[in-house]
């Protein structure tokens, strides 16, 4: 028996049968109890079951059967918009014996088999529209399709409920989804530092200098002043941040170079840039620091 049968399937034990023989106990709740193993057709024993009927149904086996509700949690692998890559669909159904005797005779089926066949079809529909890396909304379409399902199968006796539906990649794909999560994730970092490197440092500043000459707040000589500690200063974190862009790859040497162009002419350092024009290398050039790099 399978994880399924053993646990709706509780007892299968000899049963005497005579001519006077004993009507089996119905009395426990959620259970259901079959006599079997008899020249007749199998009979599920009731109340108004009758030692005459067991004695001509030469019945030799009891059989105790659960009509709980049951928890099946089932799993199956289903074809994403990818050729080479999957989902893992999880299906989680409270199952409940509805026809013990059917259920009997169905005894050594496949649970798992049997809803993977159930669903897989109908599901792989859906899933082959979805890409492993924008799959939302396909949990939502799996649990409304199944939910849709006749829920009582004849042909097993058993009837059950959908509660929940959802997919992920399989773990072939989660090795790619990681790969293109970070290549879009440095992508990003990439324009941004970019973005950053090219912003302008001083305009902002400098307007509100010259707004306070215009006001008599300052002098033009302590203007200068302030301009060019701010220059100095900007400088300085401007270079530790390309430094830092540089040393984690979001930016190569070369872009590095042509980004500290204009922080250098601020600063009145431009004559460093025919220097660094005339020493462009590939971007294997050893890491030793902006400040040495840049002279």
């Known amino acids: 028996m399978n994880e399924f049968e ?19 106990n119905i009395g426990k709740r959620g259970s259901a109890f079959i006599l079997t193993g008899g020249c007749n057709d199998d009979i ?4 108004h079951t009758t030692t005459k009927e067991i004695r001509k149904g030469k019945y030799t086996q009891l059989v105790e059967i659960s009509t709980k509700t049951y928890l099946k949690e089932i799993r199956f692998n289903s074809p994403s918009q990818e050729t080479f890559y999957s989902f893992d669909v999880y299906v989680k159904a409270t199952i409940c014996v509805k026809d013990p005797i059917v259920f009997y005779e169905n005894r050594n089926i496949d649970v798992d088999a049997y809803f993977d066949n159930l669903f897989s079809l109908d599901v792989r529909k859906i899933t082959q529209r979805y890409s492993i890396l924008d799959y939302v909304g396909m949990d939502e379409e799996l649990t409304q399709k199944l939910s849709a399902y006749n829920t009582f199968e004849e042909s ?5 409920q959908i509660s929940v539906v959802s997919a992920k990649p399989g773990k072939e794909a989660e090795q790619y989804v990681k790969q293109q999560d970070q ?11 970019r973005g950053l490197a090219n912003s302008s440092y001083t305009g902002d500043y400098i307007d509100a200098i010259m707004t306070e000459i215009a006001e008599g707040k300052i002098s033009e000589v302590e203007a200068a002043k302030k301009i060019r500690e701010y220059n100095e200063m ?5 270079v530790e941040h ?3 862009l540089r040393n984690k790859g979001f930016i190569t040497d070369r872009e590095a170079r042509v980004l500290i162009n204009p922080i250098l002419s601020e600063v009145g350092v431009a004559k460093q840039i025919q220097q660094v024009d005339e020493n462009i290398h590939d971007s294997t050039t050893e890491d030793t620091g902006m400040e040495e790099f840049y002279s």
């Open 234 to 238: 900007n400088y300085k974190e401007h």
């Open 156 to 160: 097993t006796g058993f009837s059950y």
């Open 183 to 193: 290549q879009k994730l440095d992508a990003m970092l990439k324009k941004h530092a």
């Open 44 to 47: 599920l024993v009731t109340d």
């Open 242 to 244: 390309l430094d830092e």
């Open 6 to 24: 053993n646990k709706l399937i509780i007892k299968e034990e000899a049963y005497e049968n005579s001519f006077f023989p004993k009507i089996p």
